[in-house]
């Protein structure tokens, strides 16, 4: 009887213990190409701080990223190289990759998004992907 | 017999819960909330599958996607922060980043090295005739290449030529078009921001368009 009353009360505190939705940051920018498979925590981008130091044309003409989340294959060894993040991120116009922390600091399993994007927000999916077989 | 037990533990913990969440919000016990139970299926709640109310600009360790647990998630600046004093929405971050930069709040760099570098600004406007009876689109240029460079745009997303784009509203909501950006950096499309772009009314003449043939044989 305990034991079956103590499951219901462990049951509704799962549903009221349980995480809401996330409430991140408009275009904050999840990148999780590599990074779970790699024991690292997802890569989180904050759109909004970057726009404030940097217009569009710097990243997306100068440097080259595209306009798609996770579409831009980063890799530790590209922005050790100065490409991608690793133009500014490198201790001279910005901190340097020994901050792993700073950028690597995604709830582990959050996969590569943009946060709060129209496509997020739709509440069925509305088509099917090609890539997918129907079942 | 057990399952009278379940319910009597899911019964019991709903109102410990109810009376946690009660004790944490520090909020008046609502009373038609009371005198409905037992009346309104639980089934038939308002905005069932809207996402719950949203805290504004949270800071990182309270967002749901940065890690608390994280020691750098910390040192993160909290946006609210930032965006004091600046302009704002109803949208996306709820700031008007064109508006704080024409003001300018905002000095962006348009060069990475170079702060004194001043961005190529074209002040253009295109007007886009809309079929439906929404009032007509006007694309800026200005504030469009104050952030941007012309080749963000042209000619992979937007070919450079009168009437040689096909744009519709549901291109522009799965991300593409317009949707490059609006609706996942740029202020998104939502019933607050339509006019931002649908801004040019409609002549006073202008009546909904029929095709050739039933004007030439209207119904009757």
């Known amino acids: 009887m305990y034991k079956s009353a103590l499951i219901g009360l462990l049951s509704m505190l799962a549903v009221v213990m349980l995480p809401q939705d996330a409430q991140a940051e408009y275009a904050d920018v999840v990148i999780n190409n590599y990074a ?7 890569a989180v981008f904050p759109h909004w701080y970057h726009r404030i130091r940097f217009r569009c044309k710097v990243c997306h003409a100068d440097l080259g ?7 831009n294959k980063i890799t530790m060894a590209k922005i050790i190289d100065g490409k991608f993040c690793g133009a500014c991120h490198n201790g001279e116009i910005s901190w340097s990759v020994e901050n792993c922390g700073m950028c690597h600091s995604g709830v582990p399993g959050t996969p590569t998004q943009i946060h709060g994007s129209t496509v997020q927000r739709l509440v069925a999916p509305t088509y099917k992907s090609l890539d997918k077989k129907a079942k | ?9 899911v019964t019991m913990s709903m109102v410990m819960s109810l009376v946690l969440v009660n004790a944490e919000a520090a909020q ?3 009373k038609e909330v009371k005198a409905a139970k037992g009346k309104v299926s639980g089934a038939n709640v308002f905005n069932r599958l809207l996402k719950k109310d949203k805290q504004r600009n949270a800071p990182p360790p309270e967002d749901g996607i940065h890690d608390a647990a994280n020691d750098g998630t910390h040192v993160l600046q909290p946006p609210k ?20 930069l024409q003001d300018g709040l905002l000095r962006p760099r348009y060069d990475r090295f170079d ?3 001043e961005p190529l600004v074209m002040d253009l406007d295109i007007v886009r005739e809309v079929k439906a009876s929404m009032p007509d689109v006007v694309f800026p240029h200005k504030p469009h290449t104050q952030w941007l460079h012309c080749s963000n745009c042209h000619p992979k997303i937007f070919i450079p030529q009168r009437n040689a784009n096909v744009i519709n509203m549901s291109a522009i909501l799965l991300g593409t078009k317009c949707g490059v950006c609006h609706g996942k950096v740029s202020f998104p499309i939502t019933t607050k921001s339509c006019t931002k772009c649908h801004s040019k009314p409609k002549p006073a003449d202008w009546k909904p368009p029929k095709s050739e043939a039933s004007l030439k044989n209207p119904w009757r």
Request: charged share 20%; aromatic share 16%.
């Open chain 1, 36 to 42: 779970d498979a790699a024991g690292m925590r997802p």
């Open chain 1, 65 to 71: 990223f595209k306009f798609k989340a996770g579409g």
């Open chain 2, 1 to 9: 017999m057990k399952t009278k037990h379940f319910f009597l533990g």
């Open chain 2, 28 to 30: 008046p016990p609502l």
């Open chain 2, 81 to 100: 922060i930032a965006y004091d004093g600046l302009p704002t929405t109803e949208f996306g971050n709820y700031v008007d980043w064109v508006k704080a």
């Open chain 2, 115 to 117: 702060p004194t570098v």
